[in-house]
T-cell receptor
Framework: DQQVKQNSPSLSVQEGRISILNCDYT??????FLWYKKYPAEGPTFLIS?????DKNEDGRFTVFLNKSAKHLSLHIVPSQPGDSAVYFC????????????FGTGTRLKVLA | SQTIHQWPATLVQPVGSPLSLECTVE??????LYWYRQAAGRGLQLLFY??????ISSEVPQNLSASRPQDRQFILSSKKLLLSDSGFYLC?????????????FGSGTRLTVV
């Protein structure tokens, strides 16, 4: 049962344009969400997070939007740069004694120069 | 500052051989520790997590086991590897009160079972 889904395995975007990566979840108990970026043969690195009490969070070129009613979040990268080319994972967790993040399958972003 | 070490970086093992991957964390105490696996074409699957020495929770029934002999050491093991154990294994740590920042991952181990 895939509780966190990233339905687009890959995305290509021209440099300078906006990249939009999408993520859907099924468990309404999830209340904290993260985005990670991963380069080949490296561990994922944290990008940005959002709590369910918010619907938007910004950090520089990265903005995450959360639509709780649709159980959907998205990551916007503006403007996209070639160095953004990587696999992006979304992850979700629920408040509990020991939090665990459930990860999506990832979206490979390629930013074309 | 906190750092996480994971080794080896790559490993090629024959089917039926044992496995031991080690992960250590520096600069923090009593971290939550996690083992994830990224199989080809799949996302990050949580295998085990630990909230303290000797405390292991298994997320997925499988051919692997985990142990935490010391506060900042987490070991992933197998007695007999299967072909399906191939993948990219990641260790991670977190501190409960810093939930907003998720995990810090190690650099990973690429395991190929032949």
């Amino acid at each position: 049962d895939q509780q966190v889904k990233q339905n687009s395995p890959s995305l290509s975007v021209q440099e300078g344009r906006i990249s939009i990566l999408n993520c859907d979840y099924t468990n309404s108990m999830f209340d904290y969400f993260l985005w990670y970026k991963k380069y080949p043969a490296e561990g994922p690195t944290f990008l940005i997070s959002i709590s369910s009490i918010k619907d938007k969070n910004e950090d520089g070129r990265f903005t995450v939007f959360l639509n709780k009613s649709a159980k959907h979040l998205s990551l916007h990268i503006v403007p996209s740069q070639p160095g953004d080319s990587a696999v992006y994972f979304c992850a979700a967790s629920r408040t509990s004694g020991t939090y665990k993040y459930i990860f999506g399958t990832g979206t490979r972003l390629k930013v074309l120069a | 500052s906190q750092t996480i070490h994971q080794w080896p970086a790559t490993l090629v093992q024959p089917v039926g051989s044992p496995l031991s991957l080690e992960c250590t964390v520096e600069g923090t105490s009593n971290p939550n520790l996690y083992w994830y696996r990224q199989a080809a074409g799949r996302g990050l699957q949580l295998l085990f997590y630990s909230v303290g020495i000797g405390q292991i929770s298994s997320e997925v029934p499988q051919n692997l086991s985990a142990s935490r002999p010391q506060d900042r050491q987490f070991i992933l093991s197998s007695k007999k590897l299967l072909l399906s154990d191939s993948g990219f294994y990641l260790c991670a740590w977190s501190v409960q009160r810093y939930r907003a920042y998720g995990y810090t991952f190690g650099s990973g181990t690429r395991l190929t079972v032949v």
